[in-house]
C-alpha cells in the first residue's frame, strides 16, 4: 500500500530492498530511455539487449522475481515462456505480469471487419490476436506455478476518429503484426466505412468521440518451494461467511 504522506514515508524505500536488477528487451532505445532518471543510482541496473524474448538465455534459479509489463501479448509460444520464466525464477519466488488481452480493442475488431465485408466481401485480419483470462490460469499451472492469482481491468479510451486510434496504436507499436496479414495500407473506402461504422455500434450517445477498449490481465503466479504456504483443503473452514456478514440467506443472490 503506497504511504500516505511520501514527504515523511513510513515504508523504507524500494531500492534498499533491491541489490540487482536485471531489465531485458529486444530495443536499446527502450531499455535506456530512462538511462539518466535519478532512481538509476539508487539501484545496480543491469540492461540487456536479447533478440529473441520467447528464448530467456538465464540458467535455472537465477533470479528472486520476474516481472514483465504489457510484453507477453507479442509471444508466439506462451506455454514455453512461462514455462522459462518458472525455470529461472529460484524456489518460492514470484512471476508477476500484466499484458493486454481478451477483448482489448473488440470495438475496433467488429468495425473492421464488417467494413472489409461491406467494401470487399470479404474479412482480412486486422487486429491481432490475444489469449483471453479464463486461458491465462491454466496456461500458468501447467508451466509449474501455484498459488495463482489472475484479475481482468477493462480500460476504455476515447478518441476524437478510428482514425487517431489507429494513429495512436501505430505509435505504441501495437498495431497489427499478424505474419500472414494482407501488406499495405488499407483503401480509403475501407477506411471511410470502418469510421462510419464504428461510430454507428459503438460511439455513445452523449460523447463526441469514440471508446476504445483496452481489456488488461494481472496474474501472479508461485514457483513451488519447500515450505510454500497451501490452500487449505475444500471444506476445511472452521468460519462461516454469513456470520462475518451478518447472516442472512445468500443461496439466490
Known amino acids: 500500500m503506497p504511504d500516505i504522506d511520501p514527504v515523511n514515508p513510513n515504508s ?20 535506456h530511455r530512462d538511462a539518466d532518471e535519478p532512481f538509476n ?19 535455472e534459479n537465477t533470479f528472486d522475481a520476474v516481472l514483465s509489463s504489457l510484453s507477453i501479448h507479442w509471444i508466439n509460444d506462451l506455454p514455453s515462456l ?11 519466488c514470484p512471476f508477476i505480469a500484466a499484458m493486454f488481452g481478451g477483448d482489448t480493442l473488440f ?10 465485408m461491406e467494401r470487399r466481401g470479404g474479412v482480412s485480419p486486422h487486429v491481432s490476436p490475444l489469449a483471453d483470462v479464463r486461458d491465462v490460469g491454466g496456461l500458468l499451472n501447467k508451466a509449474g506455478f501455484k498459488m495463482l492469482t489472475v484479475d481482468v481491468e477493462d480500460i ?22 499478424i505474419l500472414h496479414r494482407e501488406l499495405g495500407p488499407m483503401s480509403r473506402d475501407v477506411l471511410l466505412a470502418n469510421e462510419a461504422i464504428y461510430r454507428e455500434l459503438h460511439k455513445e450517445e452523449e460523447s463526441r468521440g469514440i471508446p476504445a477498449t483496452f481489456r488488461l490481465i494481472y496474474m501472479i503466479g508461485w514457483k513451488e518451494g519447500e ?11 472452521e468460519v462461516n461467511l454469513k456470520d462475518i456478514l451478518g447472516g442472512g440467506d445468500f443461496s439466490n443472490r
Do not use: W
Not at 46 to 57: A, G, H, N, Q, T
Not at 82 to 92: M, R, T
Not at 107 to 116: H, I, P, V
Not at 227 to 237: N, V
Open 107 to 116: 470495438e475496433l475488431r467488429t468495425s473492421l471487419q464488417l467494413a472489409d
Open 82 to 92: 512461462l514455462a522459462q520464466v518458472n525455470s529461472i525464477l529460484k524456489p518460492d
Open 41 to 59: 543510482k539508487e539501484i545496480s541496473i543491469k540492461r540487456e539487449v536479447i533478440s529473441d524474448l520467447e528464448s530467456l538465455p538465464y540458467a
Open 156 to 177: 476504455v479510451v476515447e478518441y476524437p476518429d478510428t482514425f487517431a486510434l489507429m494513429q495512436d496504436l501505430q505509435s505504441m507499436g501495437e498495431n497489427n503484426a
Open 12 to 31: 523504507p524505500p524500494l531500492a534498499t530492498r533491491i541489490s540487482n536488477l536485471t531489465c531485458v528487451d529486444t530495443s536499446h532505445a527502450l531499455l
Open 227 to 237: 515450505g510454500q504456504a497451501q490452500p487449505l483443503a475444500r471444506g476445511s473452514g
